[in-house]
């Protein structure tokens, strides 16, 4: 089956760093690829959805600055959490579906935990 | 977009039947009924859709009412691995791709 694979599974950061959090497509491409973020005892918030050779669109409220995001190829896409501070401790989980699905299942990552310090 | 009602929390015995509900009393002729869950500390995993007929696959059965306002999944013999948070979607891939998840249910699974 379609599986996709994050990397970190876990960061630990200073406030003021950045950190890049990877989205692989391991055995398909994926034009679409979505980002989510979860705070602990919530459900999944959309982020943003990462189109390949084009810019994100963000979800309403997400600051496109901080959270950077780019989709190079048609199996891989990154976060770029920019200038991270404490708040922006979360876990941080990315999906895809792959091209011509014609179930139209999204395929999630197993997620990366980011604390900032 | 149509929206999904779930229980916030339900409790099961081990190696019992689980029937998870959703209400979606707004959904559209084109709107798909997916269920995904999310097992602690991991990302969601697609366990089952249909669009108004019955479906089942290896994880778990999906029952859709007659005018498919309702639906609901069932596990059917629920082992302490199934304890997890299962949310109930409609997606429309005619208006967009992306998943928005509800606050789904928490399932505990008592041994």
């Known amino acids: 089956g379609a599986v996709v694979s994050q990397h970190p599974s876990r960061v630990i950061c200073k406030s003021g760093t950045s950190v890049k959090i990877e989205c692989r497509s391991l055995?398909?491409?994926?034009?679409?690829m979505f980002w989510y973020r979860q705070f602990p005892k919530q459900s999944l918030m959309l982020m943003a959805t990462?189109?390949?050779?084009?810019?994100?669109?963000?979800e309403q409220g997400v600051e496109k600055d901080k959270f950077l995001i780019n989709h190079a190829s048609l199996t891989l896409s990154t976060l770029t959490v920019t200038s991270a501070h404490p708040e922006d401790s979360s876990f941080y989980i990315c999906?895809?579906?792959?091209?011509?699905?014609?179930?139209?299942?999204?395929?999630f990552g197993a997620g990366s935990r980011l604390t900032v310090l | 977009d149509a929206k999904t009602t779930q229980p916030n929390s339900m409790e099961s015995n081990e190696e019992e039947p689980v029937h998870l509900p959703c209400n979606h009393s707004?959904?559209?002729?084109?709107?798909?009924i997916h269920w995904y869950r999310q097992l602690p500390s991991q990302g969601p995993e697609y366990v089952i859709h249909?669009?108004?007929s019955n479906v089942n696959n290896r994880m778990a059965s999906l029952a859709i009412a007659e005018d498919r306002k309702s639906s609901t999944l069932i596990l059917h013999r629920a082992t302490l691995r199934d304890a997890a948070v299962y949310y109930c979607?409609?997606?429309?891939?005619?208006?967009?791709?992306?998943?928005?998840f509800g606050k789904g249910t928490r399932l505990h699974i008592l041994p």
């Open positions: 990462s189109n390949e050779g084009s810019k994100a669109t963000y």
């Open positions: 707004t959904i559209s002729g084109t709107d798909y």
């Open positions: 055995d398909f491409q994926a034009t679409t």
């Open positions: 249909g669009l108004t």
């Open positions: 979607i409609l997606r429309d891939v005619t208006r967009d791709d992306k998943i928005i």
């Open positions: 999906s895809a579906r792959q091209v011509n699905s014609g179930a139209n299942v999204l395929t």
